[in-house]
């Protein structure tokens, strides 16, 4: 096995902290309006009031 060197130790750590706070994803308010419109949306008509033997 390979013995790595202080200065590769250095440069992994680098590495995986470049890879690490790479920068996050960003969902502006067109994204937002985008997922909410794609949705599927229920409605129903008013409900109306039945009362006695519901004839």
């Known amino acids: 096995m390979k013995k790595f ?3 590769g130790i250095i440069a992994t750590g680098f590495a995986a902290a470049i890879v690490g706070l790479a920068a ?3 969902a ?3 994204h937002h309006q985008w997922v909410h ?3 599927q949306h229920a409605s129903t008509s008013a409900v ?3 009362f006695g033997d519901g004839r």
Do not use: R
């Open 48 to 50: 109306t009031s039945t």
């Open 37 to 39: 419109d794609i949705q």
């Open 5 to 7: 060197g202080f200065a």
């Open 24 to 26: 996050p994803a960003q």
């Open 28 to 30: 502006d308010v067109t």
